[in-house]
């Protein structure tokens, strides 16, 4: 109950649904069929919706969890962005338009921005929207094979409708990027209207049961009122009209889906890697650690420990990170709402920085976990393979994750000079006004404050050099962009400390607020194994400046060690604790009954190419 608050009324609903807990094993179908069942079962969970009366988003994500088991479903992009686009885009009168339906799926849309020249640079996005006041119509067109829309999600075979973002042109004038409600099927055919060619882009990395689409425009017209209207306007008679706003409010939505992204993909995928991961390693025994004894659980070897246990630690603060990300995003946006825009900057650097350096981590720890559990691991059987291949996606969708480190960089560059011209910086980067030690306070004792003031101490230092390097670079002769790109490395390493140093903290004030002294005591251990690690794997930062010494980093290894045989009594329980059913994890490894081998055989038995008549036997007989 300490992470799940109200939801498990939900799940346990959710988990008596026949279709969604039986059925056929994913791992034997091929893609059509996945997608064909993730449709089977977006049908049915519409029905639970009704059935249950589901309205609350954070209701249908328990609802969610169990019927499409580390997947996304074409309703990652209705309910993720094509409905909170509508609802923060668009007029009153839109909303009251089109978001009933959309709520009750009798439409289902999808976010329609990245083309097959440029996700990254929306800049250079080329679809456009013509305005014609002779017919009140927007124009839209694909006018260079780069220019058509690909990849999203639901727009290949499903969406019916789509938000377009594409650049507004009124007599000839550009006005930039906008979003436009645009009905690509019919609803009574579900054919592709004329003017459109779409499709399904093909077989990815992961997302099978994603029909990520393209989309080619031919002057296909849309009404003038289908242009999202909230912040910007255009009359019948083709006058432009806008409220004072930031231009980036048509950014929305992806802020909203990155700071999502940090606990829906970063913190849920890590922890189910790590139950399966630690839950095998208590079940498998390999190998003689005292001779005539019985083999050892694998757990019990420290290297073990060593490769799993920092996961776990970074799993707890991940997940930790992602429940904070998604309540500065509601707390800010209400701000927004209410027209105090001061702190959009800082929501789009963090949730840019958590994003990208929080699904890197993941994706990373995900794949040490599959690692670590041998040959069983590469088996698709382990559920390993399908809960990478769909999170690590989150490194490239919703802005690649170097990109995203730059524009956290860019916010941090823009205060730190600040702060040299006397501002005072507040929230997530008030520690850059503030006066940083420069000595080291660690001791054997490992205080979560003196752990997260080396932090404090390295992230400040990296982001002082990199705006230092970047004067130098300009007063050598570069101009401002060659000097950004010169030191672009220096500042995504920069990016990453400062999210380092914020996960950490985060991690500090959740134990801190633990009243259990028992569980205070246990998360306290997990958040120093995460800290050390984070020292020890990125020592040079902290012993360039001389702000770590020889000495500090070897009590930090000793401490490391200590950790790992304390964390092992508690480890099976750390996992249980992320209250995964067998049905979300999707793993023989990690079923919570611990029945793996007997399983595993089963499971092979069943495999399609076991089947005696088939091609394959024919031509082997
Ligand atoms: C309880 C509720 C639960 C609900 C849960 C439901 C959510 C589910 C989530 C789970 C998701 C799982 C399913 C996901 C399915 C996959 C979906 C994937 C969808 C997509 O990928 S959509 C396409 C996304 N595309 C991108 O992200 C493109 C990335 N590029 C950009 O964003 C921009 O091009 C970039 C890089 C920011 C540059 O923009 P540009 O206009 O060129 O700006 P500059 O660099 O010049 O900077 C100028 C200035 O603007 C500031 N800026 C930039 N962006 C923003 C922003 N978004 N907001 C505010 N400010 C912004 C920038 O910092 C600069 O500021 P200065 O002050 O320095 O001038
Ligand atoms: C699974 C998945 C689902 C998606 N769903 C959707 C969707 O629903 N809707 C939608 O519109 N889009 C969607 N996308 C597209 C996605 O948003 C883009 O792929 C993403 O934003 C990255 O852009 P890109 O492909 O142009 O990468 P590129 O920009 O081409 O990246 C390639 C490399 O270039 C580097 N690079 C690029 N620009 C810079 C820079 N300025 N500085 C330094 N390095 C740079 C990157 O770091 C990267 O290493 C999806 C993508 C995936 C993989």
Redesign the pocket.
């Known amino acids: 109950m300490l992470f799940k608050g109200g939801g498990l009324p939900h799940e346990s609903l959710a988990l008596q649904e026949k279709l969604f807990g039986a059925g056929p094993d994913y791992n034997f179908m091929t893609r059509i069929e996945r997608f064909k069942n993730s449709l089977v079962r977006v049908q049915h969970f519409i029905r639970c919706c009704a059935r249950y009366n589901l309205h609350d988003?954070?209701d249908k994500?328990w609802f969610e969890g169990v019927a499409f088991p580390n997947e996304?479903s074409v309703l990652?992009?209705h309910?993720?962005?094509f409905i909170p686009t509508l609802k923060e885009q668009g007029s009153e009168e839109q909303i009251q338009k089109w978001v009933p339906q959309a709520e009750k799926h009798q439409i289902m849309g999808t976010?329609i921005?990245?083309e097959l020249g440029h996700?990254?640079?929306?800049?250079g996005l080329e679809t456009t929207a013509t305005y014609d006041p002779k017919t009140e119509e927007f124009i839209l067109n694909s006018p260079t094979l780069t220019s058509i829309k690909w990849?999203p999600?639901g727009l290949g075979r499903t969406c019916n409708f789509g938000i377009v973002m594409a650049l507004l042109y009124i007599d000839g004038k550009n006005y930039g990027m906008h979003p436009f409600v645009v009905q690509l099927r019919s609803l009574k055919t579900h054919e592709p209207l004329p003017g459109l060619t779409m499709g399904d882009i093909g077989p990815k990395f992961g997302f099978d049961t994603v029909d990520n689409g393209y989309l080619q425009f031919n002057h296909f017209g849309i009404p003038r009122e289908n242009m999202l209207m909230k912040y910007c306007q255009v009359l019948k008679n083709g006058t432009y009209t806008k409220q004072t706003r930031?231009p980036?409010f048509s950014?929305g939505a992806?802020?909203f889906?990155r700071s999502?992204?940090v606990y829906?993909?970063a913190g849920q995928g890590l922890a189910k890697a790590c139950t399966i991961a630690i839950r095998y390693s208590a079940i498998r025994r390999q190998s003689e650690l005292k001779k005539s004894r019985p083999e050892p659980q694998i757990l019990d070897y420290q290297t073990q420990q060593y490769k799993l246990f920092p996961l776990l630690a970074l799993a707890y603060a991940v997940w930790f990170t992602g429940v904070r990300m998604?309540e500065i995003y509601f707390m800010v946006n209400n701000e927004i709402k209410q027209g105090h825009t001061e702190r959009?900057?800082e929501l789009?650097a963090i949730s840019s920085g958590l994003k990208a350096f929080t699904t890197s981590m993941a994706s990373w720890g995900i794949e040490r976990c599959r690692l670590a559990c041998g040959g069983h691991g590469y088996s698709a059987a382990s559920g390993l393979p399908k809960i990478y291949v769909n999170a690590t996606g989150g490194c490239t969708?919703?802005?690649e994750n170097t990109?995203m480190l730059l524009?956290c960089a860019?916010?941090l560059m823009?205060i730190y000079g600040g702060v040299k011209n006397g501002r005072r910086p507040s929230g997530s980067v008030n520690y850059l006004g503030e006066r940083i030690s420069s000595r080291c306070t660690l001791t054997s004792e490992f205080t979560l404050k003196s752990l997260a003031d080396a932090f404090k101490h390295r992230a400040a230092r990296m982001i002082k050099e990199a705006s230092e390097r970047l004067n130098r670079l300009q007063a050598s002769g570069n101009d401002p962009e060659d000097s950004w790109n010169l030191n672009s490395v220096v500042l995504t390493k920069a990016a990453e400390a400062h999210c380092h140093y914020y996960m950490v903290l985060v991690f500090e004030s959740v134990v801190e607020s633990v009243e259990d002294n028992c569980v205070k005591d246990i998360l306290r251990q997990l958040c120093q194994l995460l800290a050390l690690c984070g020292i020890q794997e990125n020592s040079g930062d902290f012993i360039q400046d001389g702000f770590l010494n020889n000495d500090q980093l070897e009590l930090v290894k000793q401490k490391q060690l200590s950790l790992l045989s304390e964390i092992r009594p508690n480890a099976v329980l750390l996992v249980d604790a992320f209250e995964f059913h067998d049905v979300q994890l999707g793993s023989i490894l990690g079923r919570f009954d611990g029945n793996v081998y007997e399983n595993l055989f089963k499971w092979a038995k069943k495999t399609p190419l076991n089947k005696p008549e088939d091609l394959i036997h024919r031509l082997l007989r």
């Open positions: 988003h954070a994500k996304v990652g992009p309910s993720g962005m976010y921005q990245t996700g990254t640079f929306v800049r990849w999600g930031n980036k950014y992806m802020i889906v999502m992204v829906e993909v998604k959009l900057p789009h969708y919703e802005g990109v524009q860019r916010f823009n």
